[in-house]
């Protein structure tokens, strides 16, 4: 487990989990990210164990892009195919 996320990645703001598990987190961070523009880009941490599987399969089926990871660390962009260019 890293103590810090890689320095190349660029993110609009963090999202901290804590110590919750992956299903309460998703909850929260869909609450989190429900405002916010297509594009975003979120940096989720999350020390869950479960987070390496759960996370990535959130992101398929809600259409969010999971740039990177690096447990505790993801790198996520909501609905980027929303975007208007």
Not at 45 to 62: V, Y
């Given at each position: 487990?890293?103590?810090?996320?890689?320095e190349?990645?660029?993110?609009?703001d963090?999202?901290?989990g804590?110590?919750?598990?992956?299903?309460?987190v998703?909850?929260n961070?869909?609450?989190?990210l429900?405002?916010?523009?297509?594009?975003?880009?979120?940096?989720l941490?999350s020390?869950?164990?479960?987070?390496?599987?759960?996370?990535?399969a959130?992101?398929?089926m809600?259409?969010?892009a999971l740039?990177d990871?690096?447990?505790?660390?993801?790198?996520?962009?909501?609905k980027?195919?929303?975007k208007k260019e």
């Amino acid at each position: 487990m890293s103590d810090k996320y890689p320095e190349h990645w660029e993110f609009d703001d963090e999202f901290d989990g804590g110590e919750e598990t992956c299903g309460r987190v998703i909850i929260n961070l869909y609450t989190y990210l429900k405002p916010m523009p297509p594009g975003y880009k979120v940096l989720l941490i999350s020390k869950d164990p479960a987070a390496p599987t759960e996370f990535p399969a959130w992101c398929r089926m809600t259409q969010n892009a999971l740039l990177d990871m690096a447990h505790p660390y993801y790198l996520l962009e909501y609905k980027p195919q929303q975007k208007k260019e």
